[in-house]
């Protein structure tokens, strides 16, 4: 009889045996065979899945895959992942305090770089600034990866904003034009907050050790799950109109527009990605209030230059800003 995780190794490889057949019902005499295993392996495999929450169809001498449940498991985002880099590795929790934390961990102890950690629910999950960020099981994606650019720390800033147009492209198919990016690092479905992202540096001198970037993405929450106090401000997926979501692939998608991006912006940082920038901005020519460090400016948004800064106009002139929180001020001059 196999052990424990002989039997979890040999229940992937089931799965993958049975997607291939795409639906079509495979004979446990061939499968025993193909699987090299004994039928009762082959049966506490089936069980397995079953428990899992993958819908399939057992008849006494045939097995049928159906359906993969919403799950964000390592097998499942790691199914037919085909990014060089971003998701090789795959740390998948349950539940954790903070998925950048155990990513810093990983990172510290030598994780390669497009290391992912991902989570069903953080107990402890931050925004910038100490901020929290809502994180209930079953709904979400709280996901870092690990990054080791070859850049100056003092390239860092852009990431975040980068990473928002990776996000952005991922969810344009989905969500279309309602969906901005609220610079420097949320994602916004017809204004409210769909994702935010918290980009964490480690570097010594000016030399980036790596960096974690944590993406929070509120996939199926539903309106009245949310906390009060950020109900009139946040949206998921689901509440936003769009709930047939599958969480693992829409990480997919993500890991593979993040390799991109991040190709584009390791050779010219976001120069070639500013035009996309620009059409997904929800700030471009409004009227703004931005606050950074201990100041406030209040200007026109004017533009994002190709190290992610913000152009701001104010009394004709232009303030260049790396980081900060916006807020608009007025819809008068959209
Ligand atoms: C962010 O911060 O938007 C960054 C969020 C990053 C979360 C990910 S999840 C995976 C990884 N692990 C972590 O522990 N974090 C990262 P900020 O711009 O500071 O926004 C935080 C503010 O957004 C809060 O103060 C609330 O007002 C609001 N907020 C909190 N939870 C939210 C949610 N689930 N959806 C929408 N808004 C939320």
Redesign the pocket.
């Known amino acids: 009889m196999l052990s424990t995780a002989e039997i979890e190794k040999l229940t992937d490889n089931l799965l993958l045996v049975l997607r291939q057949q795409a639906g079509d019902p495979a004979m446990f005499g061939s499968l025993c065979k193909e699987l090299k295993c004994d039928s009762e392996d082959l049966r506490r495999s089936i069980e397995l899945l079953q428990q899992w929450e993958y819908a399939i169809d057992l008849q006494p001498d045939r097995v049928s895959f159906l359906a993969a449940p919403d799950l964000l498991t390592a097998t499942e985002i790691g199914y037919e992942l085909d990014t060089e880099f971003c998701g090789t590795n795959i740390a998948a929790y349950r539940s954790v305090k903070?998925?950048?934390d155990i990513a810093t961990q990983l990172a510290q102890s030598g994780a390669a770089e497009g290391t992912i950690v991902v989570a069903d629910e953080?107990t402890?999950?931050?925004?910038?600034?100490g901020?929290?960020?809502?994180?209930p099981p079953n709904t979400?994606i709280?996901?870092?990866i690990i990054l080791r650019p070859n850049f100056d720390a003092e390239k860092a800033p852009g990431l975040s904003i980068m990473t928002a147009l990776a996000l952005a492209e991922t969810l344009k198919p989905i969500c279309g034009d309602r969906m901005k990016i609220k610079w420097p690092?949320?994602v916004l479905i017809s204004g409210l907050?769909v994702a935010?992202?918290?980009t964490e540096l480690t570097a010594e001198r000016e030399k980036i050790n790596f960096v974690v970037i944590?993406?929070?993405i509120?996939a199926k929450?539903k309106r009245d799950q949310?906390p009060k106090?950020?109900r009139a401000?946040?949206t998921s997926l689901t509440a936003s109109g769009y709930p047939n979501i599958r969480r693992a692939d829409l990480v997919r998608e993500l890991l593979t527009n993040i390799e991109n991006e991040y190709r584009l912006y390791c050779a010219e940082q976001l120069s070639p990605s500013l035009d996309r920038l620009r059409a997904y901005s929800s700030l471009l020519g409004r009227p703004i209030k931005l606050a950074f460090g201990q100041n406030i400016i209040e200007g026109i948004a004017r533009d994002i230059s190709s190290d992610g800064s913000l152009i701001v106009e104010k009394d004709g002139l232009l303030t260049s800003v790396v980081s900060g929180e916006v807020s608009v001020t007025s819809e008068r001059d959209c």
Do not use: C, E, P
Request: proline share 0%.
């Open positions: 903070s998925t950048n953080q402890a999950g931050r925004g910038r600034l901020r929290q960020w809502h994180s979400g709280y996901l870092s690092n949320d907050k935010g992202i918290l944590g993406i929070g509120n929450t949310f106090d950020i401000i946040a």
